[in-house]
């Protein structure tokens, strides 16, 4: 019998369209012998799209209003066999969505509530990380209250890093928000700009050099595989949100080159990484390689990827054999095995 698989994407991030492509190149890739896929697109409100209006949202590839808080209804009674929530950054890579799923009882593609949070948060993602052992950048943390009331306090923490230093919002993606920071006198601007979009702001030093960033996929749930490393190269001080959207900026490479025992490190550390978080599923994991020093740092860990047949993660698994068709229908099979 066919599963029937509710393809959730859209939502309400600023990844928004980003998710609309890779929804678009999943629906094409499911095959149709085997699913029976019903897309739904969750507006930049958080309202869930009736199917005329999913379809022109998908099609347009463009924000759509309107929609109804259906979630509940339309995850359980329809009796779905597995939800794809295509979804990145807050409300839908986060643990939100992944809660409201398994309060539905739905089996679902990626990680659950704990690994998708803990993943999404810059901060606790470093805790857990450091916790394991895993080699990173030195950071610290700084809260909006304090922000407001001992501004003092904020760029005394930051200073012990450094200059350069960049300041993250700890929830976002994309690059939104981000700052590298080159001297004192930039420092407020950058944090005004990051407490403007969350809460928590993670301040990190600089690698010691620009570093060469590699990512890697991870396939799989409590046993999982990880596919050849791959580097992204660009023409940017750092890989910004137009750099990241921009077509032609930056370029792929897979296999990475990189010495052979470099690459196995990167692989090993990643798919310690995604059982630290308690990933599971999917993920694609980026570090910093620094070639002058040879440190490698794990920069972040990313639950839900994304996943256009161009995309990084699909890439790294065709130079592993796997199609993007037989990909997508190894996650389905990985949301329903017993764990
Ligand atoms: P996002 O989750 O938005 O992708 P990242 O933490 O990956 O944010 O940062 C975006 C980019 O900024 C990185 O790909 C890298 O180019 C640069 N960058 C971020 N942090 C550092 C750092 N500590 N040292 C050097 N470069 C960094
Ligand atoms: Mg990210
Ligand atoms: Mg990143």
Redesign the pocket.
Same mark, same amino acid.
Do not use: C, H, Q, R
């Given at each position: 019998m066919k599963k029937r698989i509710l393809l959730l994407a859209g939502g309400q991030s600023g990844e928004h369209e980003v998710s609309l492509m890779s929804a678009r190149s999943v629906l094409s890739a499911l095959p149709r012998d085997q699913f029976d896929v019903t897309p739904v697109v969750i507006s930049k409100q958080g309202r869930w799209l009736p199917p005329t209006e999913t379809q022109r949202a998908l099609e347009s590839g463009e924000a759509a209003t309107g929609g109804d808080l259906v979630l509940h209804r339309v995850a359980s009674a329809e009796g779905y066999d597995a939800v794809f929530p295509l979804l990145h950054g807050p409300m839908g890579e986060d643990g939100t969505v992944q809660g409201l799923l398994t309060l539905a009882g739905i089996p679902f593609v990626g990680s659950g509530v704990l690994g998708s949070a803990v993943s999404m948060d810059?901060v606790m993602t470093k805790q857990v990380l450091e916790s394991a052992g895993i080699a990173q950048?030195a950071?610290r943390l700084a809260v909006r209250r304090e922000w407001q009331q001992n501004p003092q306090g904020v760029r005394d923490r930051a200073a012990e890093l450094g200059f350069p *230093? #960049?300041v993250?919002p700890a929830n *976002?993606?994309?690059?939104?928000g981000?700052s590298?920071v080159g001297a004192p006198d930039e420092l407020d601007g950058a944090l005004n700009l990051a407490f403007g979009l969350d809460r928590r702001v993670i301040l990190?030093?600089?690698?010691s050099h620009?570093?060469r960033?590699v990512e890697v996929g991870i396939l799989g749930n409590d046993a999982p595989i990880a596919s050849p490393v791959g580097e *992204?190269r660009f023409d940017a001080d #750092?890989? %910004?949100y137009e750099t990241?959207y921009t077509e032609g900026r930056a370029t792929m490479h897979i296999p990475a080159p990189l010495p052979p025992e470099v690459a196995e490190r990167v692989r090993a550390e990643a798919l310690r990484a995604f059982l630290a978080l308690d990933c599971a599923g999917l993920a694609r994991v %980026?570090f910093?390689y620094v070639e002058e020093t040879g440190e490698l *740092?794990l920069?972040?860990v990313?639950t839900m990827p994304g996943f256009t047949t161009t995309s990084m993660y699909p890439k790294l698994f065709e130079a592993a054999g796997l199609s993007y068709s037989e990909l997508v229908t190894r996650l389905v099979g990985l949301a329903l095995e017993e764990r």
């Open positions: 810059k950048v950071w *230093l #960049f993250k *976002l993606g994309s690059s939104v981000i590298k990190e030093a600089m690698t620009k570093p960033e *992204l #750092f890989y %910004d990241k %980026d910093f *740092l920069n972040e990313n």
